[in-house]
């Protein structure tokens, strides 16, 4: 039996960035991940394997494609017949992956944090039974136990997975072939993601949403564009409408469905990817046993500083409330670790970006503007478009826009979108300037280069406070 100081249960983003943080404070670390491939432990968790960072992969990629088919003759670049090669493709994400897969392993040598390979189960408070590939248990103790388990795909009852023609994210990144026509059921950040790798390499894509909005954290104005955007790019949206079943024509699946009057419709597809959000991984980890108390909503209960109901077990990332993002996850991570150590919680969750990683990109940060208005909140509204910004007209890249929100006495921002070109780095000068509770004056004021997209940013705090330059 092996005595630590933490054991963390899940090696993916949340998971090893807390071992990590808690080996810098002097503690003695383990981390339980029961993930392997060929004998070999794969950390890095759901984001890593089969999550961001494949699916990044495949959107640059397919990006390269598409420009190459669709613009480069705009910019005098000559290719003569462009030729999918879908296997070098999804080779080069499988390097990618395993590269950052022995990293995340290299750093854990590092910080001199113990990796046990197998399935962890907490078998009561301070104790953690591991249980190897070969089926061998050893029990652990630990003063401090965090659980990062992280989630999995939602299964829709009447859309089993086959990993065939119906699949999750988990297989619609390693599809052999391009799906002649792909449906995709849920119009969220995952669908449209996939949606839009599938759609670049040729597939027919159409997504099928329950609600009248795609992506409804979305401001309206951003997930109007966006889906007008991505029309354009070829996507098929079909809104307000509901997928009751499936059933198989050929060996080929056709979706029931019926639109918002109610009326019968159906689509026929080659493979169908069910993207209709995930589920924490909350089973299989003796949380029931050790009295790990659950929310309605079948997430781990914890207060504000990450304890659960059990005096020295955490929970933090998508076991726990709040949006199931990789970066949220780190930022616990870190959190739980200094909180041990004797640190406090300094996470303002209303400052946790999210993006989408379509073309052009989507990201937005605190209150959009329904929400801002539904709170009662006296604001200003700034936006500025890249149609007017030499970088991205240069670029090629003059779709969408910057827009800001910010409280009408104190000038201080509030929330932020962005859709267009490198939105997700764009996002990251205006959260940083919410961070430090600062203004759209701030921000105006703040020499920004040119030319850049960023400047666009500068462009829609100007507007904001009624002397804007370029629009």
Known sequence: MAQFDLIVIGAGPGGYVCAIRAAQLGMRVAIVEKRADAGKTRLGGTCLNVGCIPSKALLDSSEHYRNATMHFAEHGIACGEVRLDLAQMMQRKSKVVGSLVDGIAYLMRKNKIEVLAGIGVVT?????????????AVVHQAKHIVLATGSVPIELPFLPFDGTTVVSSDQAISFPKVPERLLVVGGGVIGLELGSVWSRLGSA???????????????????????????????????????????????????????????????????????????????????????????????????????????????????????????????????VAELIAGGKNTIDHNLIPNVIYTWPEV?????????????????????????????????????????????????????????????????????????????????????????????????????????????
């Open 205 to 335: 894509v159409t997504v099928i949403e329950f609600l009248p909005q795609i992506c409804p954290f979305l401001d309206a104005d951003v997930a109007k564009e966006l889906q007008k955007v991505l029309t354009k790019q070829g996507l098929t949206f079909h809104l307000e409408t509901k997928v009751t079943g499936l059933v198989r024509e050929g060996g080929k699946p056709t979706l029931q469905a019926s639109d918002k009057q109610g009326k019968p419709i159906t689509f026929a597809g080659d493979a169908v990817l069910v993207s209709v959000g995930r589920r924490p991984l909350t089973e299989g980890a003796g949380l029931e046993a050790a009295g790990v108390e659950l929310t309605e909503r079948k997430r781990v209960k914890v207060d504000h500083d990450f304890r659960t109901s059990v005096a020295g077990i955490y929970a933090i990332g998508d076991l726990i409330d709040g949006p199931m993002l990789a970066h949220k996850a780190e930022e616990e991570g870190v959190a």
């Open 124 to 136: 009561g408070p301070g104790t953690v039974q591991v249980t190897d590939p070969a089926g061998a």
């Open 363 to 471: 990201a937005s940060i605190g209150l959009g503007e329904a929400e801002a208005r539904k709170l009662g909140r006296p604001i200003r509204i700034g936006k500025a478009t890249f149609i007017g910004n030499g970088r991205a007209k240069a670029a090629g890249e003059a779709e969408g826009f910057v827009k800001l929100i910010a409280d009408e006495k104190t000038d201080r921002v509030l929330g932020a979108s962005v859709i267009g070109p490198r939105a997700s780095d764009l996002l990251a000068e205006i959260t940083a300037v919410m961070a430090f509770g600062g203004s759209s004056e701030d921000i105006a004021r703040t020499c920004h280069s040119h030319p850049t997209f960023s400047e666009v940013v500068r462009d829609a705090a100007l507007a904001l406070l009624g002397r804007p330059i370029n629009g």
